[in-house]
């Protein structure tokens, strides 16, 4: 069955960098965007952008052009999001979905918890 | 920028029916704009019910559809359930981006 499966929760002081994985099984990573998305706490959902390990295209948000980068490793089935100089409303859970054939979100990793503060 | 509206909140008895809306604040929502839904109760990743306005996903009840209603997409729960209670999210496909609706939070009682 398809799972996404993403990396423990991280803590980082503003201005730093933080890199969250998300590691794919049941399908292969190639056939499938991937999309990442994130939840202030209280907040509603926020789609940050997608990559595809097919063809290395990627579109990112507007609100997050120029900080955040989404690249993946596919001999290890793994997607990565790197998110730039962050600032305390960058504090969130971030979650990885697959994207499928009709432009939504089919299936969802588990949610990473990002903290920022000094 | 796009802004994809919903109502904040909505209540609903039990074995009601009860249809959430999904909106643009310019323009009209069509199929291609390939609305989806999603459920997200608390401390839980979202849950897809509905893709492509009214496909639903794999094991969604069938009391859950979706429709476009004039100029909005809607989601529709029949027969509603206690454990409906939830943050319900739209999301469409605008220019290449997905942008999401604020979400709806529904109450059953």
């Known amino acids: 069955q398809v799972q996404l499966v993403q990396s423990g929760a991280e803590v980082k002081k503003p201005g730093a960098s933080v890199k969250v994985s998300c590691k794919a099984s049941?399908?292969?990573?190639?056939?499938?965007?991937i999309n990442w998305v994130r939840q202030a706490t209280g907040q509603g959902l926020e789609w940050m952008g997608w990559?595809?390990?097919?063809?290395?295209?990627?579109g990112y948000a507007q609100n997050f052009q120029g900080r955040v980068s989404m690249t993946w490793n596919t001999a290890i089935s793994t997607a990565y999001m790197e998110l730039n100089s962050l600032t305390s409303e960058d504090a969130a859970v971030y979650y990885c979905?697959?994207?499928?054939?009709?432009?939504?979100?089919?299936?969802w990793g588990q949610g990473t918890m990002v903290t920022v503060s000094s | 920028q796009t802004v994809v509206t919903q109502e904040p909140s909505f209540s609903v008895s039990p074995r009601g029916t009860v249809t959430l809306t999904c909106g643009l604040t310019?323009?009209?929502?069509?199929?291609?704009?390939?609305p989806s839904w999603y459920q997200q109760a608390p401390g839980q990743a979202p849950r897809t019910l509905i893709y492509s306005t009214n496909t639903r996903s794999s094991g969604v009840p069938d009391r859950f559809s979706g429709s476009i209603l004039g100029n909005k997409a809607a989601l529709t729960i029949t027969g509603a359930q206690a454990d409906d209670e939830s943050h319900y999210y739209c999301v469409l496909y605008v220019g290449n981006d997905l942008v999401f609706g604020g979400g709806t939070k529904l109450t059953v009682l």
């Open positions: 049941g399908y292969t990573l190639t056939s499938y965007n």
């Open positions: 310019s323009g009209s929502v069509s199929t291609s704009h390939y």
């Open positions: 990559m595809n390990p097919n063809t290395g295209n990627t």
């Open positions: 979905a697959r994207g499928n054939w009709y432009h939504a979100l089919d299936f």
